[in-house]
Every structure is written in C-alpha cells, then in structure tokens.
C-alpha cells in the first residue's frame, strides 16, 4: 500500500494533522469555540473553489480565505457581543454562498467535490511540501503563544487585566485554526474537519486528566484515528474523511462506555468493603 506516492503523502499529511489537530481543537473545546471549526471549514471550500478557478494552489487559497474569515470572525465579535451565533451565520453565508457562486458558474475546470469529502488521491508533492510549510510556521506560533492562549483560554477578563493583548492573540489564533483547516481538507475533506478538532479532545477529556495529560491524550487519539481511518479507507475504497469521523466517534463511544463500567466496578467494591 505505501509504495504508491499518493499513500506516502496522504500519511505524512496525516500525521501532522494528527498531531497539530489537537493542539488548536482543545482551545475550541474549552472556550466552548467548537462551531467555529465548522464555519471556517466551509469558509475553506469556498477558498478552494476560488484556487481552483484562477488556477492557484488551493491549500493556499483556502488558508487566505479562511484567514480572512477567521479574523472576520473576532472582527465581529465587538459589533455582536450578545448574539454571538450570528457571528458563525454571517461568515457561513460568506463561505457556502462564494464555494455555490463558483461552483455552480460553470467555469471550474476541476472537480471540488473531492474537497467535500477528503480523497487519499489528491495530495500532491506540492500539497504536501505545502502542509509542512504551515504545519511548521503553526507550531512556532502556537509555541510562542502558548501561555497566553492557555491564560485567555481560562480567563479573558483577568488576562487583558494583567496586560495580555487578548484582541491580537485571537486574531493570531483565528489564522491557527485556519492554517489546520487549509491542512485538513485534502485528507478528511470539509463536511467533517470540525468533527477530527474536536472528538479526540472530547474523548481525552473522560480520561479526567489535567491540561497538559488532555492534550497529550488527545494527540494519541488523533492519530490512532486519523491513520487508521487512512489505511481502512484505502482497502475499504472509501473516502477517508467520513470514515475517520466514524472511527473517532467509536473510540468515543468506547471511552465513555469503558469509563462508566469502570466507575459502576468501584463503586461495587467499595460497597463490598
């Protein structure tokens, strides 16, 4: 299976998805941000749409635009500080309306259904060269912002009182999620990358464990899934981006189960003593 090149690329994309995933979804997750990964995924279709149309790269111009939309996002956050939702609605409306717009224009050379799903062919040397280049600039960011994103993350108000620049670490965030998004999106597609943010999150979180165990836990899951999801997919000649969402929500569903049992097990026994 890893002789063809197109399965070489598709795994190491892969495993920096994996990895880097994590590191931005368990943000999202504990700011209670998780419908935000949504919206900027469809925010990136319409940014491959347009790649595609002026014959652009469109991991790039996915990146662009939803870079553009994530900084729209925190942009708004001040016009709408009551009705936060409507924030996600007016930049859905710009991702969907565009990606349709140029779609449906007649005028595309290639297919863009392939990026609503994900497909294991379509990552191109030039793709990948592209995935380590943001995967490398988001891991120096998301370095050298770390303690303040973690501060934010906990606490706003006592961050910007203790002179943290809360408005220009979202922003720098906003172009985070966006750079793994744009990653994202050859491999699992955009009908399911908010869904690869946050499950693994989601399922280190049962594990009861503090931050930094979540995180690491979190990245185990990641890519357990994700490179599970990629061989199955290829056997099963399937697109790897649904089948990855199903997987993750199993180990999900595992974790849970396994956590319940546990507790009912000690439960028992300290009734017993």
Request: some cysteine; aromatic content about 10%; overall charge positive.
């Amino acid at each position: 299976m890893f002789q063809y090149q197109f399965m070489q690329n598709a795994l190491i994309a892969s495993l920096i998805i994996a990895v880097l995933s994590p590191c931005i979804g368990i943000f999202l997750v504990l700011r209670r941000q998780a419908m935000i990964g949504d919206a900027l995924s469809h925010a990136s279709l319409a940014g491959v749409t347009l790649g595609l149309l002026y014959g652009q790269n469109p991991v790039l111009s996915a990146f662009l635009f939803t870079a553009v939309s994530g900084a729209l996002i925190e942009y708004l956050r001040a016009t709408f500080r009551r009705f936060s939702e409507l924030i996600l609605a007016i930049v859905l409306a710009l991702g969907v309306g565009t990606a349709i717009t140029v779609i449906s224009s007649g005028r595309l050379t290639t297919n863009a259904d392939q990026f609503l799903f994900g497909s294991i062919l379509t990552v191109t040397t030039l793709d990948l060269y592209m995935i380590i280049g943001l995967a490398f600039l988001s891991f120096i960011m998301l370095t050298l912002l770390y303690n303040q994103l973690l501060y934010i993350t906990y606490d706003s108000d006592a961050a910007q009182l203790a002179g943290v620049r809360v408005r220009l670490i979202n922003y720098a965030f906003a172009v985070l999620v966006a750079s793994v998004v744009s990653m994202m999106i050859r491999i699992v597609g955009v009908m399911v990358i908010s869904t690869l943010l946050t499950l693994p999150v989601a399922t280190a979180m049962q594990l009861g464990k503090g931050f930094k165990k979540t995180l690491l836990w979190s990245i185990v899951f990641s890519v357990i899934e994700l490179i599970a999801g990629l061989i199955l997919a290829f056997y099963l000649n399937v697109a790897p981006g649904g089948f990855t969402a199903l997987l993750a929500v199993f180990v999900l569903m595992v974790v849970l189960i396994g956590k319940r049992v546990l507790a009912n097990r000690q439960r028992r026994k300290a009734e017993s003593v």
